[in-house]
C-alpha cells in the first residue's frame, strides 16, 4: 500500500471516529443522569401558566413499565420447562420406590427371617421416595400457578 492511500485511509476513519464518538460523549451525560436530577433541575412554571397548560403538560412526567407479547411468552415458555422439569421429579420418584420394594423382596429371598424389620425400611423407603415425588409436584403447580 502506497503512503498517498495509507494517509487517506487513516483521515477517513478519523473523520468517521469522530462523527460517531463526540455525538456519543454529548449523549451519555444526558442518559447518565438520575430522574431526580431531571424532575428537579427543570424550570418550574408559575401557578398562573400551569392554568393554561393543558392536563397533559401540566402533570409531572412519569416512567411506566410495559411488558411486550413477547416477554410475556417468554415467561410463560419458561414456567412450562420449569414445571415439566420438575415433573420429571415424580417420574423419580416412582423408581425409586419400585427399586424400595425390588430390594424388599431380593433381602427377603436372602434371609427369610429378617421378614418384619426388612418390611419396616422398605415403608420407610417408600414414605420418603413418596414426599419426594410430591414435593417436586407441588414445585411444579407453584411454578405453574403462582409465579
Do not use: W
Not at 417468554?74 to 423419580?92: E, L
Not at 425390588?102 to 414426599?131: D, H, M, T, V
Request: glycine share 10%; with cysteine.
Amino acid at each position: 500500500m502506497s503512503g498517498k492511500h495509507y494517509r487517506r485511509n487513516v483521515e477517513n476513519q478519523y473523520a468517521s471516529h469522530s462523527f460517531v464518538i463526540l455525538p456519543l460523549r454529548g449523549g451519555s451525560r444526558v442518559l447518565a443522569r438520575p430522574v431526580s436530577v431531571s424532575l428537579f433541575n427543570r424550570p418550574e412554571a408559575t401557578v398562573e401558566q400551569q392554568a393554561l397548560l393543558p392536563l397533559s403538560q401540566s402533570v409531572v412526567p412519569t416512567r411506566s413499565f410495559q411488558t411486550s407479547a413477547v416477554s410475556r411468552d417468554i415467561d410463560t415458555a419458561a414456567k412450562f420447562i420449569g414445571a415439566g422439569a420438575a415433573t420429571v421429579g415424580v417420574a423419580g420418584s416412582g423408581a425409586g420406590i419400585g427399586t424400595v420394594f425390588g430390594s424388599l423382596i431380593i433381602g427377603y429371598a436372602r434371609n427369610p427371617s429378617l421378614k418384619q424389620q426388612l418390611f419396616s425400611y422398605a415403608i420407610l423407603g417408600f414414605a420418603l421416595s413418596e414426599a419426594m415425588g410430591l414435593f417436586c409436584l407441588m414445585v411444579a403447580f407453584l411454578i405453574l400457578f403462582a409465579m
